[in-house]
């Protein structure tokens, strides 16, 4: 049993440039959320699919960011023009829909960004 | 609006008890969240309370009163590693569409021997 994986762990880029991450989540899991968490605070909902459906974006999503999931299982999250404001984890969930209260969501182990 | 507090920093000795309150005041709610997070790590999942009451998983519990907008986390006998920061997170559905959490700043517990 393979939890949420995210690739880079780390990415350093200079101001400017573009950067994409990439989210494989929990298999059988049809809802996978961005987040992003700076130090000291809690992690701040960027966008959410159900399966290949982008549902929702937060107004935090500026038009620099743009999220994919074309097949309905990995994500892809991709920054154009790094600025520095951007630097922080990039937190990746997963879920399965119950139609329940307890759905939960599962974490990966975040892309840690440094725009320089 | 949505707010969600929690004390920013909490310091307990091994084998002690220790309670992590969390308020929040947001336009719906479908669910509270606890989840532990180490430095550098993801978040990971606690507790989950829907209707009011205490939660018991092992050494962890987790207390809901939605009148009160309130919930605690409760961690008994004390480990070095449960220096972790907790978050306490809420579903606002329907007010936010799917199930996305608004979370608070997280509570950094540091266990001393």
């Known amino acids: 049993d393979t939890g949420v994986s995210q690739d880079p762990r780390h990415k350093i880029t200079k101001r400017g440039q573009n950067v994409t991450f990439r989210c494989d989540p929990i298999s059988e899991h049809n809802r996978l959320y961005w987040y992003r968490q700076t130090l000291g605070q809690g992690p701040e909902f960027l966008t959410y699919?159900?399966?290949?459906?982008?549902?929702?974006k937060s107004r935090l999503l500026s038009d620099r960011f743009s999220a994919e999931r074309p097949k309905g299982s990995f994500s892809t999250l991709e920054i154009q023009r790094t600025e520095q404001g951007d630097s922080a984890m990039y937190l990746c969930?997963?879920?399965?829909?119950?139609?329940?209260?307890?759905?939960?969501?599962?974490f990966g182990p975040g892309t840690r960004l440094l725009v320089l | 609006g949505q707010n969600i507090d929690q004390p920013t920093e909490m310091t307990a000795t091994e084998g002690a008890i220790v309670q992590i309150n969390c308020t929040y005041q947001t336009s719906g709610f479908n669910g509270l969240f606890w989840y532990q997070q180490h430095a550098g790590e993801a978040p990971t999942f606690l507790s989950y309370?829907?209707?009011?009451g205490l939660e018991e998983k092992g050494r962890f519990s987790s207390f809901l009163s939605r009148s009160k907008g309130y919930s605690y986390l409760l961690l008994k006998e004390l480990q070095m590693k449960d220096s972790a920061s907790y978050l306490c997170?809420?579903?606002?559905?329907?007010?936010?569409?799917?199930?996305?959490?608004?979370f608070g700043k997280g509570t950094t517990l540091s266990v001393s021997s």
């Open positions: 969930a997963s879920s399965f829909e119950t139609g329940l209260n307890g759905e939960t969501q599962y």
């Open positions: 699919f159900q399966n290949e459906a982008q549902l929702e």
């Open positions: 309370n829907v209707l009011d």
């Open positions: 997170a809420v579903r606002d559905f329907p007010n936010q569409a799917g199930t996305a959490l608004i």
